[in-house]
T-cell receptor, first 114, second 115 residues
Framework: GDSVTQMEGPVTLSEEAFLTINCTYT??????LFWYVQYPGEGLQLLLK?????DKGSNKGFEATYRKETTSFHLEKGSVQVSDSAVYFC?????????????FGTGTRLTIIP | GAGVSQTPSNKVTEKGKYVELRCDPI?????LYWYRQSLGQGPEFLIY????????DSGLPNDRFFAVRPEGSVSTLKIQRTERGDSAVYLC?????????????FGNGTRLTVT
């Protein structure tokens, strides 16, 4: 079945450092790929998405590119801020249309220190 | 506007008891989803409603779990004969429709502890 493997955490970085959180997936067909973020005390929220190969999702300075050849969707940010401290989840949806039945990775806890 | 509301936020129950978890989706959202998140894991899909009907319940772990959405809005997840392994955070999400351009909006979850 479908699966998502996410970089083990926790990750601790200094403010303004470069961030990469690795995500690889296994799926049949053409999944859509997502990054969700959970800030302290809040619900999961969509950070960015990509629905087809070579698409780049971006939001709030974060980027991720859908790489079908390496089955990857790594999350990057050039200069992190303290406010980026959160848990990040990579996820896939088994079609390029629906949202249902997301498969999530285990999450990566990111802490940014000033 | 109001987001997805889940009640209670915390529930402690004894093994063998029955529990109900409630989800109030965002008004006008036709799609509603339940996920379960165990400690240290990502959310796992349980069931998906489109309107009043369960379009996909393949994630429900066994027949002790059941969910309803009788009027196409509020949903209740029901767990019979609870077991310690049912302890987790139960997440509800809604979206305007099932389309890929309609993002999921998650509630803060109900933390269920079975003692």
């Amino acid at each position: 079945g479908d699966s998502v493997t996410q970089m083990e955490g926790p990750v601790t970085l200094s403010e303004e450092a470069f961030l990469t959180i690795n995500c690889t997936y296994t799926a049949t067909g053409y999944p859509s790929l997502f990054w969700y973020v959970q800030y302290p005390g809040e619900g999961l929220q969509l950070l960015l998405k990509a629905t087809k190969a070579d698409d780049k999702g971006s939001n709030k300075g974060f980027e991720a590119t859908y790489r079908k050849e390496t089955t990857s969707f790594h999350l990057e940010k050039g200069s992190v801020q303290v406010s980026d401290s959160a848990v990040y989840f990579c996820a896939l949806s088994p079609s390029n249309f629906g949202n249902e039945k997301l498969t999530f990775g285990t999450g990566t806890r990111l802490t940014i220190i000033p | 506007g109001a987001g997805v509301s889940q009640t209670p936020s915390n529930k402690v129950t004894e093994k063998g008891k029955y529990v109900e978890l409630r989800c109030d989706p965002i008004s006008g959202h036709t799609a509603l989803y339940w996920y379960r998140q165990s400690l240290g894991q990502g959310p796992e899909f349980l069931i998906y409603f489109q309107g009043t009907g369960a379009a996909d319940d393949s994630g429900l772990p066994n027949d002790r779990f059941f969910a309803v959405r009788p009027e196409g809005s509020v949903s209740t997840l029901k767990i019979q004969r609870t077991e310690r392994g049912d302890s987790a955070v139960y997440l509800c999400a809604s979206s305007f429709n099932r389309g890929g351009n309609s993002p999921l909006h998650f509630g803060n979850g109900t933390r269920l502890t079975v003692t």
